[in-house]
């Protein structure tokens, strides 16, 4: 078998596993099931990837691979603080509503049961989102002449617990409540409550 031909099996697998996450939401994915509706056996899945552990981390490694790439695609061209944090938070949203299967695992929602590394892995995920939103809110003051209305690190963990928020709604609403719903609406009632233009030395 060329290599080609074990990524396109490999890419098969986590597509497969995908799809089961979306269409079985709340239930526990085996080997046993994903062999079957790749239509191979628990062997060949074995071939590819030494543990479930192992696909699932695959599919993190794209969600990683994809928002973030994006993200400094977002700050390359993008040089106002509100229109950095609002497209950031709004690719994240989308992505989310996009993969309904991946949201189970940016919920937590697939892994119970799982090995604790998975866990971890989510949440520095997430972590890493509220870093990149913290370090774009403390460039406000060089860039525009803004600071926080509060603290940076509050403002970067509300956004982060919204996105995080409506994801885990998504989830568990079986995909009914898209994590845009509101958005705009939302994003308005936030905006304002996160920079303040520095007032200037009497």
Known sequence: MTQSEKLSRRDQILQALVHMLETNPGARITTASLAKTVGVSEAALYR??????????????????????RISRILQDLDGVDERCENTLTLILTFAEKNPGMCRLLSGDALAGETER????????????????????????????????????AAANLLTAVV???????????????????????????????????????
Do not use: C
């Open 164 to 202: 995080e928020g409506r994801i885990r709604q998504y989830v568990r609403s079986e995909f009914e409540i898209l994590p845009t719903t509101y958005w705009d609406e939302q994003w308005r009632l936030l905006q304002p409550n996160l920079l303040r233009l520095r007032q200037s030395a009497l």
């Open 48 to 69: 590819h990837f030494p543990s479930k552990a192992k696909m699932f981390e695959g599919l993190i490694a794209f969600i990683e691979e994809t928002i973030f790439s």
């Open 118 to 153: 998975l866990r971890i892995r989510i949440q520095q995920f997430f972590e890493r989102i509220e870093t990149q939103l913290r370090q774009i809110l403390r460039e406000a003051e060089m860039r525009e002449g803004k600071v926080p209305v509060e603290t940076v690190s």
